[in-house]
């Protein structure tokens, strides 16, 4: 079944706000877990990682919090502008096992000027 | 762009068509991947290719074919589709089995009559 989920299929803000994106996971062992977004016509593409020895990561307008408590997982995108405009999907893993990724079902983030 | 490519971008097929759809990347990565991504699911990975061996499948129906030459290339050939194969097929890469990111494609949108 599947191991990673986001809590809403979609997701609309005003240019200018702050989005969060949530993801729940349910395996206790993944220790490494991924934030992919996906415009349209095109692939998934990495936007940042973090690790579970870790609370908290910052990239470029984004920041990725992990919660192992209630294994729970979100995306903060600071000043969401048009271009942000995609689906997002979270994906988990045990790292140094040598198994593939597993995806979530992906929040459609919409973002009007 | 991600260094990973994949032909034909578009594919429409008939049910006893066969067909095959390729991906190269030009990362100098080790393993690739295969996956399905239909509306509203997560992305489902089909096979896994490690320094060209087969690692993962799927429980993929034998309708699906992949193919390995080099580290470099993966095909996918498929005959006897169905209309319910109908998706977007992805290709992706990553650096080996331990590396967590993968570099994705931009896809075969693939339509069977």
């Known amino acids: 079944g599947e191991s990673v989920g986001l809590h809403l299929p979609t997701l609309s803000v005003q240019e200018g706000d702050n989005s969060i994106i949530n993801c729940a996971y349910s395996?206790?062992?993944?220790?490494?877990f991924i934030w992919y977004k996906q415009e349209s016509g095109k692939g998934p593409q990495f936007i940042i990682d973090?690790?579970?020895?870790?609370d908290k990561r910052q990239g470029q307008r984004v920041t990725v919090l992990l919660n192992k408590t209630v294994k729970h997982l979100s995306l903060q995108i600071a000043a969401t502008q048009p271009g942000d405009s995609a689906v997002y999907f979270c994906?988990?893993?045990?790292?140094?096992?040598?198994?593939?990724?597993?995806f979530g079902k992906g929040t459609t983030l919409s973002v009007s000027s | 762009e991600t260094g990973v490519t994949q032909t034909p971008r578009h594919l429409v097929m008939g049910m006893t068509n066969k067909k095959s759809l390729k991906c190269e990347q030009h990362?100098?990565?080790?393993?690739m991947y295969w996956y399905k991504q239909s509306a509203k699911k997560p992305l489902e990975l089909m096979f896994v290719?490690?320094?060209?061996?087969?690692?993962e499948n799927n429980s993929v129906p034998s309708r699906f074919s992949p193919e390995c030459p080099n580290s470099s290339h993966l095909f996918l050939h498929l005959h006897t589709l169905q209309p319910e194969d109908s998706a977007l097929y992805l290709c992706?890469?990553?650096?080996?089995?331990?590396?967590?990111?993968?570099?994705f494609g931009p896809g075969t949108r693939l339509t069977v009559l």
């Open positions: 992706a890469s990553s650096q080996d089995l331990l590396a967590n990111e993968q570099f």
């Open positions: 395996n206790s062992a993944s220790d490494y």
């Open positions: 973090i690790r579970s020895n870790m």
């Open positions: 994906a988990e893993n045990i790292e140094q096992a040598g198994t593939a990724l597993i």
């Open positions: 990362l100098g990565h080790n393993a």
């Open positions: 290719y490690n320094f060209k061996e087969q690692t």
